[in-house]
């Protein structure tokens, strides 16, 4: 047998929330090249339900769905899981990738911003992770993963909400694995570090007097490589967690950060 057949995921279904770019297209990519029998995104607008299947279709994948969805909308959610099951078949591997952030300082944010991001980064996870979980306690087989953070260990200034959901999605992490491993259901986080897209780029942008970002240069500091990770740099592990390599993996963080979390950080 090619050990390396571990790691196909032919045959498989995968739902990628918030899927249209960014870390979750590359995910689905990453799937899509493993073998997945078909991808599935969703996002909230139309404007980037098209971004996202320009995506796809311009990385060669045809075996791909998109819809819109507000995974924080649990009625929006099981319809869309029913239509998934009816129109595609079984959800094998779901993501939890669609997530938000807010840096406004602890103090200065308001209850309702604070809330819009534990809903959509934490409570998001929990409606979606509960639609899907009903059919593979049938299948006796699932893999959930959900897309932890730097901040499911760390804190920062003016990131409270997002640490606080992050956070709590390494503890939902493990008590999907609690509740769901005697059913063949495996749940793991993946914790990207600091990745270059669309949600860090205020982090990354130039200074209007053309000097780098204070954070670009934090963050190369506090990595060993020197350096931000692509989102392609995530394929592997996302692709391990979804496949039979895995199966006797439960419960775990899987953090791909360039040894962050490992480093006290360059002497400047
Ligand atoms: P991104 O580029 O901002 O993409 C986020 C995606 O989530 C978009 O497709 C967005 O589409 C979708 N989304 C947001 N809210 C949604 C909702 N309520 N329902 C459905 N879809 C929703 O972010 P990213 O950098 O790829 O991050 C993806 C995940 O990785 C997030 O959970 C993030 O917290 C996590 N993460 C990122 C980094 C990093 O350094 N970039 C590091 C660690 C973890 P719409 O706006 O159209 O809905
Ligand atoms: C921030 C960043 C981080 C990353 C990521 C790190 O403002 O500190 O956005 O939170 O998004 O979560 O792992």
């Not at 939902?172 to 495996?186: A, K």
């Not at 967690?241 to 360039?258: E, F, H, T």
Request: aromatic share 8%.
């Amino acid at each position: 047998m090619n050990y390396l057949n571990l790691f196909s995921l032919k045959g498989k279904n995968a739902w990628i929330t918030g899927g249209a770019y960014g870390i979750g297209f590359e995910i689905g990519k990453a799937y899509a090249l493993a073998g997945a029998d078909h991808i599935i995104f969703n996002c909230r607008t139309e404007k980037n339900l098209q971004v996202g299947l320009e995506n796809y279709r311009k990385a060669g994948i045809e075996n791909v769905s998109g819809f819109i969805c507000d995974v924080t909308d649990e009625k929006a959610v099981a319809s869309l899981v029913e239509k998934i099951h009816a129109e595609i078949g079984p959800i094998h591997i779901l993501v939890n990738n669609a997530g938000i952030i807010k840096r406004i300082p602890m103090h200065e944010m308001t209850r309702a911003q604070f809330q819009q991001v534990i809903d959509i980064d934490l409570v998001g996870p929990y409606i979606a992770s509960a639609a899907v979980v009903p059919e593979m306690m049938e299948r006796r087989e699932g893999k959930i993963i959900n897309i932890c953070s730097m901040m499911s260990e760390l804190g920062r200034e003016t990131v409270s909400a997002y640490a606080a959901a992050k956070g709590g999605l390494k503890m939902l992490t493990r008590n999907i694995c609690s509740e769901y491993g005697g059913y063949n259901i495996q749940c793991n986080g993946l914790g990207p570090g600091y990745i270059a897209t669309q949600q860090t780029a205020p982090l990354r942008e130039k200074q209007p007097d053309g000097s780098r970002h204070p954070f670009d240069a934090f963050i190369c500091a506090k990595t060993p490589a020197g350096r931000w990770l692509n989102p392609d740099e995530l394929g592997g592990a996302a692709v391990f967690l979804a496949s039979k390599a895995s199966d006797a993996v439960n419960g775990q963080i899987l953090y791909v950060d360039g040894g962050i979390l490992a480093y006290i950080g360059k002497q400047p």
